[in-house]
T-cell receptor, first 110, second 117 residues
């Protein structure tokens, strides 16, 4: 049973608009959440993170929101750019280390 | 630092053959992780090491899979015998810690794409 779920395998967004990627988790003991970005033929690279004691973290065009009561986090990208087209993995940190979701393939259309 | 180095980048083999994937972690990183990426399961943790010692191998799918870390700068993931369902991208990652303190994160290698025919 997946502890971290990304229910949208893919998402298509027009350039300049907002991209919202969602992630749900089941383990209330997760204390840190991270987003990784992956381009084809490359390894995932760290994008942004948030501690469970916060509800928002912003870094430039990227903002992660955490709703602990709903066990839900989201990544907002504003404005979306062509270089944002990639697979995004949501990761949650617990006693067993990092657990990742299946990923969401974001496609930014011109 | 050159980052996490994995080889080979691509491997095509026939069912039943032995496959060995290699990884060189970032110098000074005490933790090394092996992940597998598939469409069905996403990124799943197979095994991780701390100071060259295997800590948790509960993610290793079956006895055909084995991993070693003979020293701080080298690790291998071996599949013997390989099967078509093992086809996936295998990532090695290293970290200063297990990710349980501060905001230390994993640094991934570029991955090894395995195709078993």
């Amino acid at each position: 049973d997946q502890q971290v779920k990304q229910n949208s395998p893919s998402l298509s967004v027009q350039e300049g608009r907002i991209s919202i990627l969602n992630c749900d988790y089941t383990n209330s003991m997760f204390d840190y959440f991270l987003w990784y970005k992956k381009y084809p033929a490359e390894g995932p690279t760290f994008l942004i993170s948030i501690s469970s004691i916060k509800d928002k973290n912003e870094d430039g065009r990227f903002t992660v929101f955490l709703n602990k009561s709903a066990k839900h986090l989201s990544l907002h990208i504003v404005p979306s750019q062509p270089g944002d087209s990639a697979v995004y993995f949501c990761g949650s940190r617990g006693a067993d280390g990092l657990t990742f979701g299946k990923g969401t393939h974001l496609i930014i259309q011109p | 630092d050159a980052g996490v180095i994995q080889s080979p980048r691509h491997e095509v083999t026939e069912m039943g053959q032995e496959v060995t994937l290699r990884c060189k972690p970032i110098s000074g990183h005490d933790y090394l992780f092996w992940y597998r990426q598939t469409m069905m399961r996403g990124l799943e943790l197979l095994i991780y090491f701390n100071n060259n010692v295997p800590i948790d191998d509960s993610g290793m799918p079956e006895d055909r899979f084995s991993a070693k870390m003979p020293n701080a700068s080298f690790s291998t993931l071996k599949i013997q015998p390989s099967e078509p369902r093992d086809s996936a991208v295998y990532f090695c990652a290293s970290s200063p810690d297990r990710g349980l303190s501060g905001a230390n994160v994993l640094t991934f290698g570029a991955g090894s794409r395995l195709t078993v025919l």
